[in-house]
């Protein structure tokens, strides 16, 4: 009797479980001991950590120049408003670039 | 499969000890998982170190809603996707090809037979291998399995019979030569 698609999918299931886990014992993992993934975890948490405070850092140095130029508009301080937005362009622009080169750079290594 | 999960009451909020033996512990289940997905032992490596970084960043998102190995495979198979994403350009997928030839020599070089069928597997589209392996070797439903990829129930289900049919068509081929 002629098996039919069922049959023939499910022997092929089988045939590919058995496959993978040839390949699984093939290439069996010992990993490192426990205190370098303790390390790795406390390292991490702390790039984690670190990586918080800058983008809380450049949250506020945003946010810090628009509410008081808004405020020194507000209060009819032109002179003041200007002088803040002069300083944020020349500060606020390298540091933006320097992030999108970061970011960039670290996107493009990932999996080099 | 997974032997621990972390403690419900305690998650989002777990000791870094214990979640470095967490890690450990699923690190070669990760591993398994990529290199089936991949069909590449060092991409596999590559995307479980990075799979593990991500779960020490995100643990606080990580819920106790399923299991630890799912949530860490969830994780793998973003970014596996991720990769293949950002790598569609026609040389890379050249760079691919080469790379896995590798792993059959190293397979054979392991003293293990390389079969059609895992030849028939590396010929597949590395996105149609994912739903398979889940499927098949870790039992997923096509619901779970859409949520790891994001995609419909629908879409997994009919990948995964296409790749099926597409594999036992390149059995037919090969038993007529």
Known sequence: MKPTDQDQDNKLITDLRQDWEVLEKTYSVTP?????????????????????????????????????????????????????????????????????????RKGASTYD | MPKSTPNNSRIGRIPPAELASLLREHYGIVFHYLLKATMNRTLAEDITQETMIRAIEKIDRYDGSSKFSSWLITIGTRLYLDFLRKRKREHESLKQQSKISALQWETESRGAEWTELLSSLEKLANEDRVPLVLKHYYGYTYEEIGQMMSLPPGTVKSRVHYVIRKIREERVKDEAY
């Open chain 1, 32 to 104: 490192a001991p426990l205190d370098v993934w303790e390390s790795l975890v406390h390292r991490q948490r702390q790039v984690t950590r670190r990586r918080l405070w800058r983008d809380l850092l450049l949250f506020w140095s945003v946010a810090v120049p628009l509410v008081s130029g808004v405020l020194f508009l507000g209060s009819g301080i032109s002179a003041w408003f200007w002088l803040l937005q002069g300083i944020s362009v020349i500060v606020g622009i390298p540091l933006a670039i320097n992030e999108f080169k970061a970011s960039w």
